[in-house]
């Protein structure tokens, strides 16, 4: 139980990156870095009491550095992608960098998980990261300093907060990118693994990923998750939005009503491992790995499409340009304050 830290390598401007562990009483541990905050491993025992690494990452920080896939990545200021790379805020308007397709995808390339951290805290059992983003930051208003805490609690519940108070009238939508595969990182495809998520609606999407402003009914369709279902089920039906995303990468409107709940299930049934996740964010995007190729990941191994899905919890993607959607501004002076949670359950 508690805390350990040891190195994790130099990144390419000389700067030294640790690796905390926190391990709770029945030996469930998480690592994270304070290079990008980022969520490096979730080591659960198995049925069989064997520990596996159920989150897809990298051996150091050289890999997370000089990766393009976002494994464990904690995600802002604004998390997935808003329609032509620009918004408008009273009045002023604001050009963000093209980096998908001549929209801004996860805030531009100078990514916050590709920066050093600072560690704001630390005890037992949690972490906090700070990281000051200044005004104009990635194109945006507004200077905030981004707080990120995790914590690991003798539940096995790994719980990731974010905490901030812009000094101007910005966007802010923050997420974590880990790539899980309750099998182990390295077991493969997870198309026999199952999937629930409590929506009844999914945000319509062009080819390019941005929203129309649609809400699509999920009943009869290859996005209905209510019940569970294997991953592979219905992943290659000719619907177009599975063709547009070239599998499941979609925004699903949860039904939580802005309350923290539990807004879906990941299983297992190889390791017996479950996976349950929790917000009080109104979306999420399931994405299962649909452009990773050929990536060499922890201890050489080499991760392909589908080897994982993603549980993005956040605000609609380009919400800024959609009035019926929440909004994702947080005004000067307001505390932007959010939770995500994922408890593993071993059956």
Not at 2 to 27: M, P, Q
Request: glycine share 10%; net charge negative; aromatic share 10%.
């Amino acid at each position: 139980m508690g805390i350990t830290e040891k190195n994790f390598g130099v990144t390419s401007k000389g700067e030294s990156a640790v690796l905390y562990t926190i391990t709770n009483k029945n030996g469930m541990s998480i690592g994270v870095s304070d290079f990008g905050a980022t969520l490096v491993s979730i080591i659960v025992p198995d049925r069989d009491g064997k520990d596996l690494d159920v989150v897809l990452g990298y051996d150091d920080v050289t890999g997370y550095e000089e990766g393009t896939v976002f494994f464990g990545a904690i995600v802002g200021r604004s998390a997935n992608r808003i329609g032509g790379a620009g918004f408008e805020i009273n009045g002023v308007s604001y050009e963000l960098e093209k980096n998908d397709n001549g929209n801004n995808l996860h805030s531009g390339l100078d990514f916050y998980n590709k920066r050093m951290w600072n560690v704001l805290d630390k005890t037992e059992e949690s972490i906090t990261f700070l990281l000051h983003s200044p005004d104009g930051d990635q194109g945006y208003p507004g200077a905030i300093d981004m707080e990120v805490k995790y914590v690991l609690t003798d539940e096995n519940e790994v719980k990731i907060s974010y905490h901030a108070v812009p000094d101007q009238d910005t966007i802010i939508n923050m997420t974590n990118h880990s790539y899980f595969n309750l099998n182990g990182h390295d077991s493969g495809d997870i198309l026999a693994q199952e999937i629930q998520i409590d929506a009844d609606y999914f945000t319509k999407a062009n080819e390019q990923s941005i929203p129309t402003g649609e809400l699509t009914d999920v009943t009869g369709t290859p996005m209905d998750f209510r019940e569970k279902k294997a991953v592979g089920r219905d992943i290659e039906e000719p619907y177009e939005a599975l063709i547009f995303g070239k599998g499941y990468d979609h925004n699903w409107v949860l039904r939580n009503n802005g309350m923290f709940a539990k807004v879906a299930e990941m299983s297992g049934k190889d390791s017996g491992i479950s996976m349950e996740v929790y917000t009080d964010l109104p979306g999420m995007q399931l994405y299962t790995a649909n452009f990773v190729e050929d990536e060499k990941g922890k201890g050489g191994n080499i991760y392909q499409i589908r080897h994982a899905a993603c549980f993005e919890t956040q605000y609609y993607p380009d919400a800024i340009h959609k009035e019926q959607f929440p909004s994702p501004i947080c005004r000067k002076g307001e505390t932007y304050e959010t939770c995500t949670m994922y408890k593993f359950i071993v059956k």
